[in-house]
């Protein structure tokens, strides 16, 4: 089964940066795209972004756009999600996914999930 490992979440001031990480492990081409999300209490999961494996084209929420970038380590399985200018509305547990099934947007579309990091960012 594919397995994948969030890191890196961490308690920020608004304003501060985080770099979130994802290894994936189960190889690496079955990885086409993968996406950021996140979710609050109370709330749904929300599509922060994604890349995709074989030409690293990116999208992001308008909610991150300017802020957030993510980028692939292809040796080492591994995504991350850098985020500056961080705000107290990014509170949340985010989470890495691989293999969409339909819309890259869409939680529900995708495969695989990790267990989420906790970032928390205080006024």
């Known amino acids: 089964q594919v397995q994948l490992v969030e890191s890196g979440g961490g308690l920020a001031q608004a304003g501060d940066s985080l770099k979130l990480s994802c290894a994936a492990s189960?190889?690496?081409?079955?990885?086409?795209?993968m996406g950021w999300f996140r979710q609050a209490p109370g709330t749904v999961r929300e599509f922060v972004g994604s890349i995709s494996w074989s030409n690293e084209i990116t999208k992001y929420a308008d909610s991150v756009k300017g802020r957030f970038t993510i980028s692939r380590d292809n040796a080492k399985n591994t995504v991350y999600l850098q985020m500056n200018s961080l705000r107290p509305e990014d509170t949340a547990v985010y989470y890495c996914?691989?293999?969409?099934?339909?819309?890259?947007?869409?939680?529900?579309?995708?495969?695989?999930w990790g267990q989420g990091t906790q970032v928390t960012v205080s006024s």
């Open positions: 996914a691989t293999e969409p099934r339909g819309s890259y947007y869409l939680a529900g579309a995708y495969t695989y």
């Open positions: 189960g190889g690496t081409f079955r990885y086409l795209v």
